[in-house]
């Protein structure tokens, strides 16, 4: 599915975002957990942790687990999979990813 322009929901400047962290947003009435890697990479994901249900994931530290790119929550530690959202531990407590794009210079977010 294609995303439409007026979706998109401006976050911050890119140059804000330091590597390997996260930040959260508040997209549409909705808790985002944004993501900066080293690589100039960026994700988001649904921000509040399903099983205690904190606004917290952004404050996980990132890393990977073999090849997947994760998150691990600062409460419970699972690990939610970047790209898809999915909990690596307990794939009921999945998240929603979301898309993710820079356009001049901003970080922008389009709910999935």
Known sequence: MKTQDNDWTAICEASDMLPNLGICALVKDRHVAVFRLQDEQY????????KSGASVLSRGLVGNLGERLVVASPLYKNHFDLRTGECLET???????????????????ALA
């Open 43 to 50: 994700f988001a994901i649904d921000n509040v942790d399903p």
């Open 91 to 109: 794939p009921e407590h999945s998240v929603r990813a979301h898309a993710v794009r820079i356009e001049q210079g901003q970080v922008q977010v």
